[in-house]
């Protein structure tokens, strides 16, 4: 299963609760990116631009292939074509975790490790061209504003 949403989103703490719940391996992809390069996520930004990162993003997709795992992704990664196309073609559950702006704002506006997370303004920015590519992608969509235990029942009801 991959978890694609949002910053703030909670698509690493769902991950791992549903991985223990499913007995599944959980991969969280923006650590993987920090593996495999030896780079802390706001380094990668400065060094190669979000280009550079959206490139690493899609080798660590491409690394975990059709892996039975719960896979936690960046809030960007359908962003990037190559990476859309790739989470698209797996044979396993795409989710969406769905919030409403405000809600995921308020989460993430303190976070020094998002180098995205710039003014408010850019930030609903963001929010509004993605809605669309999560709902494009997804196969489920499910509503995340609620507690981590209630989205992983969610989740788990989808079968
Ligand atoms: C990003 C989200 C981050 C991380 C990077 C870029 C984005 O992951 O991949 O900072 O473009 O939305 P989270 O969604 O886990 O915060």
């Known amino acids: 299963m991959i978890l694609i949403g949002f910053m703030g989103s909670g698509k690493s703490t769902v991950a791992h609760s549903l991985g223990e719940r499913m007995n599944l391996p959980v991969i ?19 060094a190669e631009g979000e280009a550079g990162f959206r490139k690493r993003e899609q080798e660590a997709l491409v690394q975990i292939g059709g892996a039975r795992c719960i896979v936690a992704t960046g809030g960007g990664v359908v962003t990037y074509e190559p990476s859309c196309k790739l989470l698209e073609n797996m044979e396993v559950p795409v ?12 989460r993430i506006k303190n976070d020094s ?41 969610s989740i788990l009801r989808i079968g």
């Open 28 to 46: 969280d992809l923006d650590k993987e990116v920090v593996r495999m390069t030896g780079m802390e996520i706001p380094e990668i930004f400065k």
């Open 95 to 106: 989710v969406y975790l769905h919030a409403d702006f405000e809600t995921l704002y308020a």
């Open 113 to 153: 490790n998002r180098p995205l997370v710039k003014s408010r303004e850019q930030v609903r920015a963001l929010y509004e061209q993605r809605l669309r590519i999560y709902r494009k992608t997804a196969d489920h969509e499910i509503d995340c504003s609620a507690s981590v235990e209630q989205v992983v029942s």
